[in-house]
């Protein structure tokens, strides 16, 4: 029990970490290209490339995680990551700041560790604000954007670079000794997993708000460093400050949105966060000044620290019996996000001179998500009433105007013996007894008409041909209008009651 206590802030600190070490180039570009030469497209790809196995490898983890537990992976990735941080601090080549580079996106592949290790701890209500207090670990980015420009100017960015091996080996340590060793495991083929999730289009509909919200984290944390160098002028140490600032505020909205998604409706608060990020993307895309260049910034980082807290929340709720996989899959798409963006700004930059239509992509990135969250809030709203429809005890039957059978429960079956697609398209007729008179008949809809219901006992019959009497409520359904749009019939079998 104590070390189950220990693992949120242990593998929080294990994320960071991690996430100190996959942006190391990035932070570190503007020295590293003084030893070796790097056009402005190399330059993209070198800080991009970390992202392509950081966001691919987290599928893997996060079905290992529930397979394995926590423990074990964070201990074997940062064995990893010794590998490139070494290779790197020696580079000399384009080559070998791609082949470290890739190596190095073992750092943010473990962050679908945690994610998918954690909420086994805590009860779904808190799920959202634990997700989000784990995901602030990418606070690691902010602190060697800091940092590292300032110890590359005191020691060399070949030494700062070692530096990063010693906390690396520390929380190798450290997860061997203390992580949960009785963590609860969940053993399923990994082929089955991905078959029992990869059809359900919120999984897809999720992967594209962690896309647009994660990526542009990453994506304006691996760019900001060398743009405000090369567009204006900032020394190498203001520009990592200014990054730092800019992760930091993602960083610590972050919790906050796991909190809010826990306490509000998060369909509400992701379509706010996709309409910020939408004016965002426009004002960038104008080429403000400083001033206005930061402000959009601080508005990307505020809207997509929060909205990564809040997607994190739907992740369990959607997948609570896949959580591996469907953590890995979100969270690679995520990562992925930050892949594009600094390539393709760019390549367009090459060819127009201007950034403008890498940051619109953006707002209609945005504003195509903000979409689709109402569509999802609507979805859900639907499958609720579904499923209350269905839970129902009482038989029910939906008719419209014409008396035609529109829909029909579970227990309609259970007690008449037609099945829905038997009764559906077809008159109530269908269930009459023979044993009431037209009148009978007549005066029930004269009272309904008059009064907009009916109740009383009634005698149907079974698709066997048995008689049963029971107890029947017919109602009105009206629109907004007033007009009556269906009628509502609610039964119980009276004949079973009396056994």
């Known amino acids: 029990m104590k070390l189950q206590k220990w693992q949120l802030p242990l593998q929080t600190s294990s994320l960071i970490i991690g996430f100190m070490s996959w942006v190391l180039i990035s932070s570190l570009i503007p020295f590293i290209k003084k030893d070796i030469p790097l056009s402005d497209n190399e330059v993209a790809l070198v800080t991009a490339i970390p992202v392509i196995l950081g966001s691919l490898m987290r599928i893997l983890l996060g079905y290992w995680a529930n397979k394995f537990g926590a423990r074990i992976l964070f201990v074997i990735s940062f064995l990893i990551l010794l590998f490139p941080v070494f290779y790197i601090s020696i580079a000399d080549s384009l080559m070998d700041l791609i082949i470290g580079g890739l190596v190095l996106g073992m750092g943010g592949a473990i962050f679908s560790i945690g994610v998918t290790s954690l909420p086994k701890y805590y009860p779904k209500e808190r799920h959202g604000f634990v997700n989000g207090i784990y995901g602030a670990g990418n606070i690691g980015t902010a602190i060697t954007s800091f940092s590292a420009p300032m110890l590359a100017n005191n020691i060399g960015w ?48 999720l992967s594209l708000f962690y896309f647009v919200t994660f990526g542009s984290f990453v994506a304006f944390t691996v760019y900001l460093p060398n743009f405000l160098v090369s567009n204006f002028e900032l020394t190498s140490v203001d520009a990592g400050i200014r990054t730092a600032g800019f992760i930091t505020l993602a960083t610590l909205m972050r919790p906050i949105g796991g909190w809010l998604g826990d306490k509000f409706n998060p369909f509400l608060i992701l379509f706010i966060v996709f309409w910020a990020l ?27 620290g929060i909205g990564n807290g809040v997607i994190f929340k739907f992740v369990p709720y959607y997948f609570s019996k896949q959580a591996g996989i469907a953590n890995g899959i979100v969270s690679a798409m995520g990562g ?39 569509w999802m809030y609507y979805i859900e709203k639907l499958s609720i009433e579904s499923q209350l429809y269905e839970s129902i005890a009482q038989g029910m039957m939906v008719t419209n105007t014409s008396g035609i059978i529109e829909k029909v429960n579970k227990a309609f079956t259970e007690v008449t013996g037609f099945e829905s697609k038997e009764a559906i398209g077809k008159k109530p007729s269908i269930l009459r007894s023979g044993k ?33 009497l029971e107890w029947l409520t017919i109602s009105e359904v009206k629109d907004d209008a007033g007009e009556v749009k269906y009628y509502l019939g609610l039964f119980s079998d009276l004949s079973r009651k009396n056994i």
């Open 158 to 205: 070949e030494n700062t670079v070692r530096l990063f091996l010693v906390p690396i080996i520390l929380f190798a340590l450290l997860n061997f000794a203390f992580g949960d060793r009785k963590e609860a495991k969940v053993n399923k083929p990994l082929l089955g997993q991905i078959k029992s999730v990869y059809r359900n289009e919120k999984l897809w509909f």
């Open 278 to 304: 939408t004016f965002s993307g426009v004002l960038l895309s104008f080429t403000p000044n400083l001033t206005l260049y930061t402000i959009g910034c601080l508005t990307v980082a505020f809207c997509a």
């Open 336 to 374: 992925l996000g930050g892949f594009f963006p600094p390539i393709v700004l760019s390549i367009v930059f090459n060819i127009t001179e201007h950034y403008a239509i890498g940051f619109m992509s953006l707002a209609m990135f945005s504003l195509s998500s903000s979409v689709i969250v109402v």
């Open 436 to 468: 009431h008179s037209e009148d009978f008949y007549n005066k029930m809809w004269e009272s309904i008409q008059e009064t907009g219901y009916w109740q009383g006992e009634i005698w149907n019959k079974r698709k066997n041909n048995e008689l049963y």
